[in-house]
């Protein structure tokens, strides 16, 4: 079966740049700076809409992850089973 690869995720952060009276958050949108408070409502609906998908990917991979460890393991104990229970079948067609 090919595998296709996903393209890398757009890198968004956010951060807390201190100035000389105040806290202002920063976000990095493709490696461009911008201030939270300088954001629209909009940006700012979609600046949450784009973390909130982010944290819910990394649930799903971690979900993944444990897939595909439960997986070996039932694998790993099928090999076991039939190593213990069943003879494997000989091709007699030569």
């Given at each position: 079966m090919a595998e296709t690869k996903k393209a890398a995720p757009k890198k968004t952060t956010t951060s807390r740049a201190k100035s000389k009276s105040k806290a202002a958050e920063k976000v990095t949108i493709d490696g461009v700076s911008y201030a939270l408070n300088e954001l629209s409502d909009?940006?700012?609906?979609?600046?949450?809409?784009?973390?909130?998908?982010?944290?819910?990917i990394q649930e799903l991979e971690a979900e993944l992850?444990?897939?595909?460890?439960?997986?070996?393991?039932y694998a790993d104990n099928l090999k076991i089973t039939l190593g213990k229970t069943v003879t494997p079948e000989t091709d007699t067609k030569h």
């Open positions: 909009a940006a700012k609906t979609q600046l949450s809409n784009v973390q909130a998908t982010d944290r819910h992850a444990i897939a595909h460890t439960a997986r070996a393991a």
